[in-house]
């Protein structure tokens, strides 16, 4: 609706269409903020049904680059840090895709210790950055919730290594294979 009416006083009101087009932004800004935390809040059939790495390795069955998960996940973490876990991968594999040149990416999921630990690395060009960009450092901000870590090693000419770490204990019983 902003759009529209910045539209229509753009002719005649320039300051006042500005104003419009900040306003829109913003709303955007927010709707789009709280769409990612609604799709956050998702838990998806395949993780609800077989558990983290089955869930994970059907992502990588998705993925545009050839991708190999292992696990050695003996229980599942609690759904909350499962669905964290999950979407934080997802969003690996994706920006790996956008962003890195690779042709091939690993995942791996293991639990020592109390930490749910998930690697990507790729073969990719590396150069990422959590300071340049609001992709990993949104993925921090995700998993801060659960006092978890995202640790990214990506000297230039790559690879990329970017680990998750996120306390948690395994409650139930392993539901996939490994």
């Known amino acids: 609706m902003s759009l ?3 539209e229509e006083v753009l002719d005649n009101d320039p300051a006042a269409a500005r104003k419009l087009l ?3 932004r913003e709303a955007s800004s927010k709707a789009l ?3 990612r935390d609604l799709v956050r809040g998702i838990h998806p059939p395949v993780l ?3 558990g983290l790495a089955d869930a994970i390795r059907a992502l990588a069955l998705d993925s545009v680059i050839d991708a190999e998960v292992t696990a050695t996940l003996p229980g599942r973490p609690a759904p909350p840090v499962e669905s964290a876990a999950y979407f ?3 969003e690996l594999l994706t920006n790996a895709a956008k962003h890195s040149g690779a042709t091939r990416i690993d995942v791996s999921l293991d639990h020592q210790d109390s930490v749910l630990t998930c690697t990507v690395t790729d073969n990719g060009r590396g150069g990422a950055d959590p300071s340049a ?3 990993l450092r949104g993925l921090q901000r995700r998993l801060a919730a659960f006092d978890g870590t995202v640790t990214v090693h990506s000297p230039t000419g790559g ?3 970017v680990s998750l770490e996120i306390p948690c204990v395994l409650s139930l019983p392993k539901t996939s294979s490994s």
Do not use: K
Request: aromatic share 0%; charged share 20%; proline share 5%.
């Open 48 to 50: 609800a049904d077989r």
């Open 4 to 6: 529209g009416n910045a």
């Open 133 to 135: 960009g609001t992709g």
């Open 159 to 161: 690879p990329t290594q």
């Open 88 to 90: 934080a991968v997802s």
């Open 22 to 24: 900040v306003s829109a």
């Open 33 to 35: 903020d709280e769409l």
